[in-house]
Nanobody, 128 residues
């Protein structure tokens, strides 16, 4: 599967952005999907993941209550709605897809090594 991320940009603190990730290829509904981010000089970190049917999500504590992940299997896409953005949210955001079929909820899908496909990344910059 190929992933194309979009929607990044420059926004003031407190503002909102909506990131989208479009997938091409078959069987999109069989992938766990996620967003990760990487700030300059820092390691990649988990942001949020969503199950195959969109029924469950997992979100990092640092963005919980501000970011919401959703998916539309009919459109082969996921969206990350980001509200209340903070300067510390500045990073390149990457969408990822996992084909592993492991049970969801154990923390497995919060690890980058659990994903098989990655998008090219989209820059989010939050000014103070």
């Amino acid at each position: 599967v190929q992933l194309q991320a979009s929607g990044g940009g420059l926004v003031q603190a407190g503002g909102s952005l909506r990131l989208s990730c479009a997938a091409s290829g078959p069987d999109f509904s069989k992938y766990v999907m996620a967003w990760f981010r990487q700030a300059p000089g820092k390691e990649r970190e988990f942001v949020s993941s969503i199950t195959w049917n969109g029924g469950r999500t997992s979100t990092a504590n640092s963005v919980k209550g501000r970011f919401t992940l959703s998916r539309d299997n009919a459109k082969n896409a996921i969206d990350l709605q980001m509200n209340g953005l903070k300067p510390e949210d500045t990073a390149v955001y990457y969408c990822a897809a996992s084909w592993r079929g492991r049970a969801y909820g154990s923390g497995y899908y919060s690890r980058g090594t659990s994903y098989d496909y990655w998008g090219q990344g989209t820059q989010v910059t939050v000014s103070s």
